[in-house]
């Protein structure tokens, strides 16, 4: 109990910090309308093939946008010397990163879901047909991408090009997730079901979260601490 509240305090600490500042979360909402808008220019809204990409084009923004908001993540703790003050305190590591991770997760969902109405009307798409399964196959991708960026987020926090070194190093390890989460999403924002036929790609998300929640929370202490 004493750790999962230390858990819940990073994460609301994190959470009051942004929205007090609103500095990545502007700036990431502002970079997904940007690229939404650009790319849209790229299709014919109400060809067929926009709906073919539907899935690659809204995960390729979620991508690009996430990045923002996860670089943050241990570098607004670099002030004060906060970051060390954490490390030194009882605050297990693993309790640490956890915390940062769900406010991370929040703050992304926020993101992604206020882009879904601006995607439907870019790309004539009704995301609404089936919500249940995308917010399911949203919420998934979103903790893969997650895990990995809040973890290269604290191993980036010391180097002077951390926003370019943050996607170089995201982006390969996202590559299963993200093909699993395209897949899922050209399906369903095609009013296709979660079915036997897609469900390899479902399970494919949820054993590289489990996988590399596991593996992140056995080797945080390792990157924080050395």
């Not at 500095?23 to 650009?38: C, K, R």
């Not at 109400?46 to 241990?74: H, M």
């Not at 490390?87 to 991370?104: D, H, M, R, T």
């Not at 009307?121 to 809040?150: E, H, K, N, P, Q």
């Amino acid at each position: 109990m004493h750790y999962l509240r230390a858990v819940a305090t990073i994460a609301l600490k994190d959470l009051r910090s942004e929205f007090r500042s609103k500095e990545a979360i502007n700036a990431s909402l502002s970079f997904a309308m940007v690229v939404l808008l650009l790319l849209s220019f790229a299709f014919d809204p109400s060809s067929e093939q926009a709906r073919e990409f539907s899935g690659g084009l809204l995960w390729l923004v979620f991508a690009f946008a996430g990045t923002l908001i996860l670089n943050r993540s241990f570098a607004r703790e670099l002030g004060n010397d906060c970051l060390d003050a954490l490390l030194a305190s009882p605050l297990p590591s693993w309790a640490l990163y956890v915390g940062k991770c769900i406010s991370n997760w929040l703050l992304l969902m926020a993101l992604e879901l206020a882009c879904l109405p601006v995607f439907g009307i870019f790309y004539s798409i009704d995301w609404t047909v089936r919500f249940d399964g995308l917010l399911l196959v949203i919420g998934l991708a979103t903790w893969a991408l997650t895990v990995i960026g809040t973890m290269f987020s604290a191993l980036t926090v010391n180097l002077r090009l951390r926003e370019l070194m943050l996607p170089i190093l995201v982006y390969p390890m996202m590559i299963p997730a993200l093909l699993g989460a395209i897949q899922l999403t050209t399906d369903l924002l095609a009013g296709r079901p979660l079915s036997a036929d897609n469900m390899l790609w479902l399970r494919l998300l949820v054993g590289f979260d489990v996988i590399y929640t596991a593996l992140a929370v056995a080797l945080v202490d390792t990157v924080l601490i050395g």
